[in-house]
């Protein structure tokens, strides 16, 4: 009963900026850590950045210094801010929640469905 909704995604061009979302909905007691992973064609799934939910962050070695990572818990939305856009980028986008759902009060993880970055040109 918990989604999670990925947004913002689409086309841009080396250096470019994009943001995405993801929000998450349904019946839960607690989101936890929340973040973003990608994965290219024929490449696996790769950490992009993570956020507590005390503000702790962790971002993958090829974002640095170019992606935040930010959340708002009172819309239980995470986002990331994609600037100097790099082909490399390119690849979908997901979002991951860690989320309480029941009383036994240990997280489990959720997924989103995806969203496409490309960055070309």
């Known amino acids: 009963q918990v989604q999670l909704a990925e947004s913002g995604g689409g086309s841009e061009q080396p250096g470019g900026s994009l943001r995405l979302s993801c929000a998450a909905s349904?019946?839960?007691?607690?989101?936890?850590?929340m973040g973003w992973y990608r994965q290219a064609p024929g490449k696996e799934r790769e950490l992009v950045a993570r956020?507590?939910?005390?503000?702790?962050?962790n971002y993958g070695d090829s974002v640095k210094g170019r992606f935040t990572i930010s959340r708002d818990n009172a819309k239980n939305t995470v986002y990331l801010q994609m600037n100097s856009l790099k082909p490399e980028d390119t690849a979908v986008y997901f979002c991951?929640?860690?989320?309480?759902?029941?009383?036994?009060?240990?997280?489990?993880?959720?997924w989103g469905q995806g969203t496409q970055v490309t960055v070309s040109s």
């Open positions: 991951n929640a860690d989320i309480v759902v029941d009383r036994t009060f240990r997280s489990r993880p959720y």
């Open positions: 349904g019946r839960y007691i607690r989101i936890n850590a």
């Open positions: 956020s507590t939910s005390s503000g702790a962050t």
